[in-house]
């Protein structure tokens, strides 16, 4: 059974930083594109960024030049870099590699 884990969130103010985790148990993590969503009380979840096999990156607009997505295959963990973060950003974050979910982790922008 595939096992997906997100860490690295917290509450942080605007304009901070912070580094989300994603480590997955198996073989999937070398097959799979790796794609981090999020979800906000009320609202639907949404994609947030994307990172494949070759490191290829796509972002939501709402985050470009702000998050960076990055990999470490031969560790089976991904990263999201998230910088200057804003009170929109709040929301829990989660990790889907392939069609494996992690139980996600809350980010709270706030000051």
């Known amino acids: 059974q595939v096992q997906v884990v997100e860490s690295g969130g917290g509450l942080v103010q605007p304009g901070g930083s912070l580094r989300l985790s994603c480590a997955a148990s198996?073989?999937?993590?070398?097959?799979?594109?790796v794609a981090w969503h999020r979800q906000a009380p009320g609202k639907q979840r949404e994609l947030v960024a994307s990172?494949?096999?070759?490191?290829?990156?796509n972002y939501a607009d709402s985050v470009k030049g702000r998050f960076a997505a990055s990999r470490d295959n031969a560790k089976n963990t991904a990263h999201l870099q998230m910088n200057s973060l804003k009170p929109e950003d709040t929301a829990v974050y989660y990790c889907?590699?392939?069609?494996?979910w992690g139980q996600g982790t809350q980010v709270t922008v706030s000051s």
């Open positions: 889907k590699i392939c069609s494996a």
């Open positions: 198996g073989s999937i993590f070398s097959i799979c594109t």
């Open positions: 990172i494949t096999l070759r490191s290829n990156t």
